[in-house]
């Protein structure tokens, strides 16, 4: 069987002729094709020129990364025991072909050759930066080490790969092992009645009787949220933060080892940690930096939250007595829903029937292209791999070019991974014939239920815009050069594009546009409205603190954590999160055993959590000139397309923000956002 579907960077991609028995022969024969280019480049005596240096670089990996991205795109939403086993066997050897690179002595010497060239200190722009950071990622790679060492970090890398791979397979194993079934429906008082359905709906889906819950956070939420047994509540708290502990998914000895490597590797590139390595070429450039950024917003976050504390303990006083029980973890998100409906008459779920799916996802192109001068029309030919994937095509405004497909995947299955993220499946240089992208936005909201529309949360909304935002920086990119496209961009910018699209989600003049009854086709009562904008700074501290925590425990982690002093990683990490958390946590809380941001791929999150909190003060300071300039002004849209998402990293990110701003960030908007402004 020909394996051209999957190695052809081919557009559409022809996801319904994609095979696992592919993977095996198309990654066999692109590692020996990509192997000899990389070879013919470091060959060459010269004249050494741009094209045949850094571009014969760029266009050496295409076709074995694009195929093992869509490999890995599969293993993502649509896996089986097939993929899975093919995936497992291929990912380690490209891993290893491709961290190998760097050490490659011919590819260094080429390089190095062609910077001394006069066309090579003649460059500007993108292209200077282009040579200058490939110079400076060959060094950071190791390409001055010894021979031995060489060696050895190509052995560290293709661990790495093996074990992120494998901790997330053991994660969504994890996942799909437990179920909770409810037989006597009295127990599930206070559970909305879509949630309810669901998890009816979950349980016919397995032939059971009663009601089912899983560890999909569709599920999850609102039962941690609404139940009002507290057992319950407790039962899959418990089951959820233990996750990748279990024998049969077993995550903590990975974790070990994957902190173990990444040290390893750090100190045999000449780095004090793991995190000065990784955060060397991002906007914090230094551990102590992304650490002082952190500290700082906990400290200015603290007050609030130790009164956020203690305003719920008090609540839960004034309901059950002065004995009540002290707050255990699964009671939190429970007390603090009843004390926003209390404090705000504000109950989130009556949003819902707002928030249609359909009409979510029509709303956020309506807004993006409005902004961002594109518009969305269904692909309808478009191959898929699922059934309840829908496709569309993004077209330019003016003139109607098309400019990218996009793939939308909404719902949890049992053979797709858990949260939401965007995927830039196909992204394109400008200096290629055919410039279209094709990318995906994923999200595991509650699906539809007994025929009726999906109905959201307005942190599911929310996570549309996100994901939507991160696909309009991959689709809008008109960057020459492949590795400088898209969303390839320091870790710490790549969250502005998505973040800054959530604030349309609490402004009127956009959810008029799609905020509409499922039923009635009204819009959100103004009483309704006012009451969900004065509930959103409540326990905004809380949140801050809680992704601090994230970002703190990995930072701590990837810098401070030694094995021989601080023993196991889980309990070391859980003690971190405990200093930043409403109430203590149990002895089976092991979140760093499922935190797939930190530990499913060898690099990822790692050392970078902090990414989320940075990149939400750029966007908080961003979105004034919006406001100041108008909501939905094209002009100001057209400005942010053209400063940042068009632009990738042609230029250092905080050069791009400047563009836009005039200036640098400012953390007061954010501070202001989140009522914690002093």
Request: glycine share 6%; net charge negative; with cysteine.
């Amino acid at each position: 069987m020909s394996h051209e579907p999957l190695s052809t960077r081919a557009f559409p991609i022809p996801f319904d002729r994609i095979t696992p028995d592919q993977i095996r022969p198309a990654v066999d024969e692109l590692l020996v094709s990509t192997a000899a280019a990389l070879d013919a480049i470091g060959a060459a005596e010269g004249p050494y020129t741009f094209d045949g240096t850094l571009g014969a670089l760029e266009r050496a990996t295409e076709r074995l990364e694009h195929a093992m991205h869509l490999a890995s795109h599969l293993e993502h939403v649509h896996t089986s025991p097939e993929l899975r086993a093919a995936y497992s066997e291929a990912q380690p050897r490209v891993a290893e072909l491709l961290s190998r690179i760097p050490l490659h002595a011919g590819l260094d010497r080429a390089l190095r050759s062609y910077a001394e060239t006069d066309e090579a200190r003649a460059l500007e722009g993108a292209e200077a930066r282009l040579l200058a950071k490939t110079l400076e990622a060959f060094r950071r790679h190791g390409a001055a080490l010894p021979p031995e060492g060489k060696e050895r970090l190509a052995a560290i890398e293709g661990e790495l790969a093996r074990h992120t791979l494998r901790f997330a397979q053991n994660t969504l194993d994890a996942t799909n092992a437990f179920e909770l079934i409810v037989s006597d429906e009295a127990r599930l008082a206070g559970l909305p009645d879509g949630a309810r359905a669901a998890a009816k709906e979950s349980a016919v889906a397995k032939g059971k009787e009663g009601y089912r819950f899983t560890l999909q956070a569709p599920s999850v939420i609102p039962a941690l949220t609404y139940l009002d047994d507290a057992s319950l509540r407790e039962a899959i708290y418990r089951a959820h933060v233990a996750r990748g502990t279990d024998p049969a998914q077993d995550n903590r000895p990975l974790v070990v080892d994957i902190l173990r490597l990444r040290r390893e590797k750090a100190e045999l590139l000449g780095y004090a940690t793991f995190a000065d390595l990784v955060l060397e070429d991002r906007m914090a450039k230094t551990a102590a930096r992304a650490r002082a950024f952190v500290d700082d917003l906990i400290e200015r976050t603290t007050r609030a939250f130790e009164q956020e504390k203690r305003d719920l303990t008090d609540y839960r006083r004034e309901l059950e007595g002065p004995d009540a029980k002290e707050l255990a973890p699964w009671d939190v998100a429970y007390y603090a829903e009843k004390l926003r409906r209390a404090r705000y008459q504000f109950d989130e779920e009556a949003l819902r029937p707002y928030f249609a799916f359909e009409r979510v996802l029509a709303g956020a192109f309506d807004i993006a292209g409005q902004l961002y001068g594109v518009r969305f029309e269904p692909w309808h030919d478009a191959p898929t791999w699922h059934e309840s994937v829908r496709a569309y095509r993004v077209l330019d405004a003016q003139g109607g070019r098309w400019l990218a497909g996009i793939y939308v995947d909404p719902y949890p299955r049992e053979t797709k991974q858990g949260g939401a993220w965007m995927d830039g499946l196909l992204g394109r240089g400008a200096l290629e014939h055919d410039r279209r992208h094709i990318g995906l936005l994923a999200t595991n909201v509650t699906p539809p239920v007994g025929g009726r529309d999906a109905l959201l949360t307005h942190q599911d909304v929310e996570t549309v815009f996100h994901e939507l935002g991160h696909l309009m920086h991959h689709c809008l990119s008109r960057v020459a050069h492949r590795s400088q496209a898209g969303t390839n961009v320091a870790w710490d910018f790549v969250e502005l594009p998505s973040q800054i699209l959530e604030n349309w989600c609490w402004e009127r003049e956009a959810l008029d546009r799609f905020a509409l009854h499922v039923d009635t086709g009204e819009r959100i009562p103004d009483e309704l409205f006012d009451a969900m904008c004065r509930a959103r700074t409540f326990r905004a501290a809380s949140a801050q603190m809680r992704q601090l925590g994230f970002a703190l425990a990995d930072l701590s982690l990837h810098t401070e954590y030694d094995p021989a002093r601080h023993g196991d990683p889980v309990t070391y990490s859980r003690a971190i999160l405990e200093r930043l958390s409403p109430t203590p946590l149990p002895p089976e809380h092991a979140l760093v055993a499922s935190f797939g941001h930190l530990f499913s791929d060898p690099v990822g999150y790692a050392a970078g959590y902090y990414s989320y909190k940075w990149a939400e003060v750029l966007d908080a300071d961003a979105f004034t000139r919006f406001r100041a300039e108008g909501l939905l002004s094209p002009e100001v849209g057209a400005a942010f397309r053209r400063t940042i998402l068009e632009r990738g990293d042609e230029a250092d990110p905080a050069e791009l923000y400047r563009d836009f701003m005039g200036r640098d960030p400012a953390i007061a908007p954010l501070l202001e956002r989140l009522g914690l402004a002093a």
